[in-house]
Every structure is written in C-alpha cells, then in structure tokens.
C-alpha cells in the first residue's frame, strides 16, 4: 500500500520539494530503504543533485544506507559523485562510515577525490581506519589518499586506527607515511641539487628545509648541499660587507655621501646577519639534535663556530659579544670532538683548525695562538703525510695548503717570524706531485 500511496501523488506532488528532516523525497526514500519509490523517483527525473536535510544529498543517503544499484543508478544520472554536506561529509566517507564496502570500492573506481575534508571523519582515509577496513584504507593510499590529513572525530588516519584498536592498519599507516616522507625528501633533494648546478644559492634553501624538516639525520650528500648553499650566500655578502666598509672609510671626508653608504651598509648587514640567523637556527633546533655520528656532530657544530664567527665580523657591542662568544664554544666542542676521533689528516679535522684559527687571528686579534693553532695542525698533517699520498684526499690537501699560505701570510704581516721548516716545504711538493 505504502508504494502504490507514492505512486498516485506524484502527478501533483513537487517530486523536487525540499525540506523536512531528510531535506527531499528521495532521500527520504533512501534513508528508509524504500527502494521501489527512490527508483520510481529517479525515472521521473527527480533532481539528484539536490543538497538538503540529513544526508546532504541523494548518493550519500544511497551509501550510507548500503543500497548499491541504486547507487549506480543515481552516477548513471549524474550524480555529483563528490558532493559534500550532510552528516558523512560526502557519498564516500557515508559508505566507510557504514561498512558499506563495495559501495565505497565502485566510489573510488570512479574516481572519487579521497582527499575531500568535511564531515564526522574529516577525510575517507580516517573512516576507513576508523571502520577497520584494512584493503580499503589500501586503494584509498594507492588513489594517493593523503595519511597526514588532519580534521574530523579522531584528527587523522593513524589516531582513527589506534583508537579502533585495528594494528594492521596503524602499522600500514606508519610504514606508508614513512615512505612518502622519503618520497618527498628525495625530491626536495633533487631539487636542491639541481639548483646548485644552476648556480641558484638562494634557491636551494626552500628544498633543503623541507628535507631537515622531514626528521631524521641528512646523509652526506644532504649535509653537502646544505653547506654549499650557506657557503655560497654568505661568500658573496662578507664580500659585498668588505667592499661596502672600505668605499665607506675611505668617503668619510665627503660628507654628500657617507650617510647613503653606511645606509647600503646596514642594509648588507642584515642580509649577512639574516642568512646567519637563519642557519643558526635550524642547527641548534634540529640539525645538532638529531645527529648521530661524532662526524656529523662535529660538522655541525664546526657550522655553529663559522656562521657566529661571521656575525662576530660585522656586529658591534653586545651582539658582537654574544657571536664572539657563541663561536667560541662552538669551535672547542667541535675540536673536542675530531681530535679523538680523526687523523691529522682528516678533512674535518683540518677544516676546524683552518677555520678556529682564523677566529683566532681575524675576531680575537690574539696572533701568536692563531699561528701556534695553524702550524701544528700542519705539522701534525706533514707527519702523516705518507698515508695521505698512499689514499689522496682532494680535499685534505687543499686545506693543508691553505694552512700553510695563512702561515705565511700571517708570518710576514707579523714582521716576518720564522716560518715552516724546509723540510717541510719539501713534503708540500712531495703531495703536489702526488696529486
């Protein structure tokens, strides 16, 4: 009676009339399980993309209630198949919800957006965790579901699932996002690569964060870059700093212009001490935090003592203290660290004492201890010299040389001191002619 009742008010009945609890006839039917009058309703072209009442709209009143061919019916009449609003948020979190399962695979199939945020469980990915529908919760993740997306009951994927006390998921989620997070690195990383071999500095940083803030350790390779690319923008702004100071000095009698140099001035100044900050930062919250080996520990904190070191260069008062001193402890943990742990040889190692004694000589003015730092640090690497030519390292030996050409240098500047013994030149020539 209740079918044949439905039949007879359609001929003067608004089939598309909207309000109520279930927002129109259709869905009534459909919450309901009335098939035969939401079939009925259908083939008099009843709008089935209406958006009303509890369920939002048609399809999602159809998958919450598990009613499958007529599901289908209302996509093969157009049916938004994403349509939002209603209590699931959308047909395909109304099917999870529910348990409807061949109703959310035909739904993917048609290529549902799995990524759309409303309702109870914020996104499909979290209903299906929630529901414990482990092969759904896999298409959704192969249909590039996104496992971080944050809303609805629970928050995300992974608390759904944790919540529902279904581990096969919540293992899957994890192992999953792990990988996305590498996926993701390695791009970032590739990009950072290839703007380095644009010569593009700058541009490198953006993709170098996102690496760092993935987590984790940077390998080598990533640990590389990142110093290229600091190296390379703090290089051209000391530069820019030197050039700037010295056409300053040097115009102090011309008062026309001294006030618009000191202004470009300050304006590389907060450049350099931008670029520093900003290198300072990520190395005391993350990149010294999670480092794991001596090596890149040292490396870091050699970092630390650098970039403080070149704030010490341009600041004044205060902060010219506070570099000072911040370089300081830097450079000792680092020495600390390499000398235990790495031949006089070792290109960290002779890093450190390259650049500790630079400090030295250039921030503290103390001469004597940058001399004394610099030669036994190439004394040290001279006795080792023959393992060195036996397993040539490119990079050891250009620091050796610049340890040696700031020894000269400091030793004629300071009023010609005696320098390295001529055996000792000897051995210079000896890795020359090795290399």
């Keep these: 009676m209740p079918s044949n009742l439905g039949v007879g008010l359609i001929e003067g009945a608004d089939i598309d009339a909207q309000g109520g609890h279930y927002g129109n006839a259709l869905q009534a039917a459909l919450a309901r399980g009335h098939l035969e009058i939401a079939q009925m309703l259908i083939q008099k072209d009843a709008n089935v993309n209406i958006q009303d009442g509890r369920y939002g709209n048609a399809l999602q009143a159809a998958s919450a209630g598990g009613h499958l061919e007529i599901a289908q019916m209302l996509i093969l ?5 994403n349509a939002q609003g209603g209590e699931y948020g959308n047909a395909l979190q109304a099917a999870l919800a529910r348990g409807h399962l061949e109703i959310a695979q035909m739904l993917i199939q048609k290529d549902a957006n799995v990524n759309i945020q409303d309702g ?5 990915l979290q209903a299906a965790s929630a529901g414990g529908h482990l092969e759904i919760a896999q298409m959704l993740i192969l249909k590039d579901a996104d496992i971080n997306a944050q809303g609805g009951e629970y928050g995300n994927a992974l608390q759904a699932a944790s919540a529902g006390g279904h581990l096969e998921i919540a293992q899957m989620l994890i192992q999953k996002g792990a990988e996305q997070m590498d996926s993701l690195s390695n791009h970032h990383t590739f990009l950072a690569s290839l703007c380095e071999q644009a010569e593009r500095y700058d541009d490198m940083v953006p993709h170098l964060k996102e690496v760092i803030g993935s987590g984790g350790e940077l390998s080598i390779n990533e640990r590389h870059l990142l110093a290229i690319a600091y190296t390379k923008m703090i290089c051209t702004r000391r530069s820019s700093w030197r050039i700037v100071l010295s056409i300053e000095q040097q115009a102090r009698g011309d008062k026309r212009h001294v006030a618009t140099i000191r202004g470009y001035r300050k304006k590389v100044e907060n450049e350099l001490e931008r670029v520093c900050r900003d290198i300072l930062d990520m190395l005391d919250g993350s990149l010294i935090p999670n480092a794991g080996t001596i090596e890149s520990k040292a490396f870091y904190y050699k970092m ?8 010490a260069e341009s600041a004044s008062g205060e902060r010219h203290r506070a570099a000072v001193s911040s370089a300081y402890n830097a ?6 660290m390499v000398r235990p742990e790495f031949t006089a040889t070792h290109w960290l190692r002779l890093s450190l004492a390259l650049n500790v004694s630079v400090f030295y000589y250039e921030i503290l003015n103390l001469h004597d201890d940058a001399r004394h730092l610099a030669k036994c640090a190439f ?11 036996k397993e040539p390292n490119n990079e050891s030996i250009t620091l050796i040389h610049l340890l040696r050409d700031n020894l000269v240098l400091w030793m004629s500047s300071d009023n010609g ?7 000792q030149w000897e051995f210079m020539e000896k890795i020359s002619l090795t290399c």
């Design 417 to 423: 001191q005696q320098g390295a013994s001529s055996s």
């Design 77 to 81: 009449n157009d049916a938004d198949i």
């Design 379 to 389: 004394d040290a690497a001279i006795a080792e010299l023959d393992a060195l030519a």
């Design 120 to 124: 109870r469980y914020g996104n499909a």
């Design 331 to 336: 450079y000792k943990i680092a020495t600390d």
């Design 304 to 311: 630390k003592g650098d970039y403080s070191r070149y704030l």
